[in-house]
């Protein structure tokens, strides 16, 4: 398994401003991976964040709304930028082990924007 | 375009007795399909997982059945306890596209003493 810190574990924001979300894991890996979970929704993938290179995002999410920093191999950053009522989600940073067979999570960052 | 469906929100089962969680899929080119279980407040779990040229797979209490053809996979929790209550997601993913999953919108799993 993987042992994946996340935080701010929960945070309510005003509309316009921005979160960075912090993701820790407690050994090298080469891929990271950040998903959103949108109220009655299932999770999606929004971006892979490899280290040394631009993080790669789904259809529907752009680096300017959710830029991601990845400086080594045990840690990644999500921000939400600009943010509105519609960002409220729970974004979640996972990691893979083997052959990706299996992916872990982490527990989640509950984000409400007013 | 939800390529991973489970059209049961939620479940209730008596303690003890088998607990079955269905999801349907459109994507015939999945590789692997996993189970999560998602406790209030804290990320999935990874439960089990099965690949697709695989018909069962078994972990303990917990057995996930693959139906390629009608595209259906369940997952079989015998005996259930209390302790299972949470909200089960299926998934899928393509070994060309590793660690994009595909989820479910889940199913909440009620298991009563």
């Known amino acids: 398994s993987a042992v994946i810190s996340q935080k701010p574990s929960r945070d309510i924001c005003q509309r316009g401003t921005s979160l960075t979300i912090q993701c820790q894991v407690d050994?090298?890996?080469?891929?990271m991976f950040w998903y959103r979970q949108q109220p009655g929704q299932s999770l999606t993938l929004i971006a892979t964040a490899n280290q040394g290179s631009e993080a790669t995002y789904e259809s529907g999410f752009v680096i300017d709304k959710f830029p991601i920093s990845r400086p080594n191999l045990t840690f990644s950053t999500l921000t939400v930028s600009n943010m509105s009522p519609e960002d409220s989600s729970i974004y979640l940073c996972s990691v893979g082990r083997g052959q990706f067979e299996k992916l872990f999570f982490g527990s989640g960052t509950q984000l409400s924007v007013l | 375009d939800q390529q991973v469906k489970q059209n049961s929100p939620s479940l209730s089962v008596q303690e003890g007795r088998i607990s079955i969680l269905n999801c349907d899929y459109t994507n015939s080119m999945f590789d692997y399909f996993l189970w999560y279980k998602k406790y209030p407040a804290e990320g999935p779990t990874f439960l089990i997982s099965?690949?697709?040229?695989?018909d069962k797979n078994e972990d303990g209490r917990f057995t996930v059945f693959l139906n390629k053809s009608a595209k259906h996979l369940s997952l079989h929790i015998v005996p259930s306890q209390p302790g299972d209550s949470a909200v089960y997601f299926c998934?899928?993913?393509?070994?060309?596209?590793?660690?994009?999953?595909?989820f479910g919108r889940g199913t909440q799993l009620t298991v009563w003493p």
């Open positions: 998934a899928a993913f393509r070994l060309t596209t590793l660690g994009r999953l595909y």
């Open positions: 099965i690949s697709s040229i695989k």
């Open positions: 050994s090298q890996v080469t891929m």
